[in-house]
């Protein structure tokens, strides 16, 4: 991670608030809010540690776009001190973070780097607690106490999960299409390769795909990658790949109007050619318009980005999880939701190097070279979708969710209108990614630091100095502020848009949805709710909020129809912030909600429901 200045550090906070790896800490917190952090900045794996930046509190009075202040430091060698005595004591084992006394508008805050402990030494925990509970992680910009699932982070042994071995299997088991299709591709890559000359049994050996104690009996590895349809189905059933076909560009379970549902298992090493060979049946074929050429040549969706995406999702998902991939189809774009969180920061994502949660898996995929080595594969989508004249993939890892997803937008953006609508901007001297972004704030209808950042391939800083150059051009406005930060179309792109002898669609009106809300969004919320729930909402209001309550309540409300965090807070009469904070996030991660608007969490018409789908 790249060093930071405090005055560096306090920007971001204000652009996007907390983040995993940076907490702002207020002169009045406590001695244990602080410990707690420098224990989850220690434990938590990939992090690299993080920053703590002291005397920084929330300014809830702000109105523009800052959203935290500098407190007074009384004695800044006193805190620094102390905090270096903490930390040599409260834990297990002394932790030395770094500590620098900076000023960030003249006024003096202390800045404190944690550095992530080795695996052997970890996890780090206080003393006057019992594992697991006293030790910490770092979950998105939380610290978490852990639970004895989170203990076989720490404490795994050598072997990988995918050697795990399937009780009850045999070789018998073994889809022999699957076998010859390993063959076929790794002759391709090497036909000298000595395991082509071992029989399958010697080969499924040679590759890892066997219980070591029982040749005969097939581990984790060998059931998703050779394993047939059947023996998946009857011992993993909810390991399979799911497409969904959803009309429009959003998510919305309506019984009148049902999505499509191809629900895929078997070895992996075919599944991924059915999975592709779907897709691209039904994506759209667009056209680029070369410079200074008036013949339209045939393009579309890279193939080879495609592939990569869905390989990424294969080879790096965790299979401890028990629920699909799913590849959902909308109108505008593929996204790819993959249980397990990235073993890579998302600062990292496209750098190289790989951390594999699956290596036996992988190296079957990169045996056949249906995946790039060395951690390369981001990079190529990002390099193939720019080559065809695309939007660039964006990625979001959610470690709350313990999910990865990717996007790539179907949108070509150099056809003859946009090539026409981009001269416009000459006088600008945009950058690629920064014409990138008004693309997609036509396409999605907003944009935020974080998915700039994925487009662009950039850190925080720079996406935040980028985005905030198209505000002052007036090609954006920002709305909300801190974490909850993200840009709309401005007028002058709105009005360039209408300049066009053709207007683009999409910008000679603000965004649909932006403007009103969404379809199916009540301006009166309780009105949309049946009176047994008025009831139970009266009854809340005489009675201890008892937290469960509020859960069930909130569940039952969206199940009914989408609704805005600020519609529920008006609804059960909670401020925004409390039920966000302490409601609407743990039911997102435990996936009892889900987000309408899931490929921009911060989009301005954001709302939650009910999650009913597996």
């Given amino acids: 991670m790249p060093e930071y200045t405090s005055e560096e550090l306090f920007e971001i906070l204000n652009d996007t608030d907390e983040c995993p790896w940076i907490e702002a800490k207020g002169i009045v917190d406590t001695t244990t809010s602080i410990m707690e952090t420098v224990c989850s900045y220690s434990n938590e794996p990939g992090l690299g540690g993080g920053y703590i930046l002291m005397s920084i509190s929330a300014d809830d009075t702000a109105t523009g776009s800052t959203h935290y202040k500098v407190d007074p430091m009384p004695d800044p060698d006193k805190l620094q001190s102390d905090i270096a005595t903490q930390c040599a004591s409260m834990f297990n084992m002394p932790v030395r973070p770094a500590m ?4 960030i508008n003249g006024q003096p805050v202390l800045k404190i780097w944690v550095d992530e402990l080795p695996a052997k030494q970890k996890p780090l925990y206080f003393k006057s607690k019992a594992l697991p509970s006293g030790a910490l992680r770092r979950i998105g910009s939380t610290d978490q106490h852990c639970t004895d699932d989170d203990m076989h982070v720490f404490y795994q042994d050598t072997g990988s999960y995918d050697q795990t071995p399937v009780r009850g299997t045999t070789l018998a088991d073994v889809d022999e299409n699957a076998i010859k299709r390993y063959r076929v591709l790794r002759e391709k890559v090497n036909p000298a390769a000595e395991e082509l000359a071992y029989s399958d049994n010697e080969l499924l050996g040679a590759l890892g795909c066997v219980n070591k104690e029982d040749p005969n009996e097939l581990n984790l590895a060998g059931l998703l990658l050779f394993g047939n349809s059947k023996i998946q189905r009857s011992t993993f059933p909810m390991l399979r790949a799911d497409y969904i076909r959803v009309p429009g560009n959003v998510w919305v379970e309506n019984p009148d109007d049902r999505f499509t549902t191809i629900d895929m298992r078997g070895p992996l090493i075919l599944v991924l050619y059915r999975l592709i060979e779907a897709i691209n049946a039904d994506l759209p074929k667009g056209f680029l318009l070369p410079e200074d050429d008036v013949q339209a040549a045939s393009t579309g969706l890279p193939m080879k980005a495609l592939r990569e995406a869905i390989v990424n999702a294969l080879m790096h998902r965790s299979y401890r999880e028990h629920r699909p991939t799913q590849i959902i189809r909308y109108d505008n774009r593929i996204e790819i939701i993959n249980p397990g969180f990235s073993l890579k920061s998302e600062e990292k994502l496209g750098q190289p190097g790989s951390e594999t949660r699956n290596p036996f898996i992988a190296a079957v995929f990169h045996d056949t070279n249906l995946a790039e080595t060395k951690g390369s594969g981001i990079r190529a989508m990002r390099r193939l979708m720019q080559a065809a004249h695309l939007v660039p993939p964006t990625f979001e890892s959610s470690r709350e969710n313990n999910e990865f997803s990717s996007r790539l937008l179907l949108h070509h953006f150099l056809d003859a209108n946009d090539l026409e609508w981009l001269k416009q901007f000459e006088k600008y001297d945009l950058a690629d990614s920064q014409k990138q972004a008004l693309i997609f704030v036509r396409e999605v209808g907003a944009i935020d630091n974080t998915t700039y950042r994925q487009m662009a391939d950039c850190d925080t800083l720079k996406a935040s100095n980028d985005l905030r150059l198209l505000k ?75 937290p469960e309550v509020l859960k069930s309540l909130i569940l039952r409300i969206c199940s009914i129809k989408p609704f805005k965090s600020t519609e529920l807070a008006e609804i059960l009469g909670k401020r925004e912030d409390y039920l966000k904070r302490k409601f609407l996030g743990e039911l997102i991660g435990t996936r009892e909600l889900k987000y309408l608007h899931p490929e921009m969490v911060n989009h301005p018409e954001q709302a939650y429901l009910t999650n009913n789908r597996t």
Wanted: aromatic share 4%.
């Fill in 100 to 103: 620098t006394i900076e000023k």
């Fill in 472 to 546: 002052t051009y007036n090609l954006l406005k920002s709305k909300g502020k801190g974490k909850a930060t993200y840009y709309v179309a401005g007028a002058g792109l709105t009005a360039t848009a209408q300049e066009l002898s053709t207007p683009v669609a999409g910008l000679s009106t603000p965004p649909a949805g932006l403007s009103t809300p969404p379809s199916g969004l009540s301006t009166q919320p309780l009105d949309a709710l049946p009176e047994e729930i008025k009831t139970e909402i009266k009854k809340l209001a005489r009675r201890v909020n008892d």
